[in-house]
């Protein structure tokens, strides 16, 4: 009997062979890699100032060790409750209302055949997103007026708006969708564009309306990075932002307008308290990394679509 011929032996190169072979691309990737470690990581080391009684003339391992004081202080405080409160609601609200829009109109947008039209009308929605938040709400303090303002002179009304607490959050969400929306279907339609022209050809001569082709082609195309954005805007849910919400707080208004983030700001660049500030900071990114990992782990149960 012949002997079966011995299997070849396949010979693998170790990391070292693979980084030689390669050198240039593990070099380019060296780069990133360096700017992360030092901006992103390496600041993590200051972290233990929250648990430390914090001086700046002792430095920070020179400082007092005192544990969880800085927490309890800010869970004790009369306002964490208000604060907490607000910046959830603020950044669910925009949550709810704002992330729609982007995709209404990037199915709104693909459906468009006149091209012209089509970017004339993409530029006009596109152009808030390059305007600064401070132009912004200046543009919304002149707006809003009681005296001139533009809104109260098309409903013949004298009424300080950014004075009343019930209508703080009208104004940051609806200002929100005006400047981002535009900017937010770029994704989306960049989505859009991979889909098989051949798809709509068929559906056409079958005789799918514009509606049904939306529904069935588009929105099952988008869903995936639909679910993408969400996880990724739910993981920001504390993350309102601070700019806009400081510039529009006036003391009449801080009932709806009081959030964490103007609260880090006061206390560790106002007042000084640095342990105070970042005990507050880390706490709000804990609940940021729960978040991302719940809503995770939902969609991918769900949608079989996950972000880590």
């Avoid at 400047?179 to 709509?200: F, H, K, R």
């Avoid at 308290?273 to 995770?296: C, M, P, Q, R, W």
Wanted: hydrophobic share 50%.
């Amino acid at each position: 009997m012949s002997k079966a011929p011995a299997t070849a032996r396949v010979h693998r190169k170790n990391v070292w062979q693979r980084i030689a072979e390669n050198w240039q691309l593990y070099l380019l990737l060296l780069i990133p890699v360096v700017i992360t470690v030092i901006y992103k990581y390496r600041p993590m080391y200051g972290i233990q100032i929250a648990f430390r009684d914090f001086k700046a003339s002792r430095g920070i391992t020179g400082s007092d060790w005192v544990g969880f004081m800085w927490f309890e202080r800010f869970f004790t405080s009369p306002n964490c409750g208000r604060m907490i409160r607000n910046t959830v609601l603020l950044s669910l609200y925009s949550l709810l209302w704002g992330f729609p829009v982007p995709i209404i109109l990037s199915l709104a947008f693909n459906q468009l055949r006149f091209k012209r039209y089509r970017r004339v009308v993409q530029t006009v929605i596109y152009a808030p997103h390059f305007i600064s938040t401070m132009i912004i709400c200046g543009m919304l303090r002149i707006f809003l007026s009681p005296s001139g303002g533009l809104i109260n002179i098309l409903f013949g009304t004298n009424i300080a708006f950014l004075n009343e607490s019930s209508m703080f959050r009208t104004i940051y969400i609806a200002s929100g969708i005006w400047q981002e929306a535009g900017w937010g279907t770029i994704i989306y339609l960049a989505t859009l564009s991979s889909v098989d022209p051949a798809l709509y050809e068929a559906a056409k001569v079958d005789g799918a309306s514009v509606f049904q082709r939306i529904l069935h082609i588009d929105i099952p195309e988008l869903i995936p990075m639909i679910v993408l954005q969400l996880i990724m805007s739910a993981s920001g849910l504390m993350n309102v932002g601070f700019e806009k919400v400081y510039l529009l707080q006036t003391d009449l208004n801080k009932a709806t307008s009081d959030i964490i983030a103007v609260y880090v700001y006061e206390q560790g660049i106002l007042n000084a308290k640095y342990s105070l500030a970042t005990a507050v900071g880390l706490f709000n990114t804990v609940v940021n990394i729960i978040l991302l990992l719940v809503v995770n782990r939902i969609s991918k149960k769900l949608a079989d679509v996950s972000f880590v």
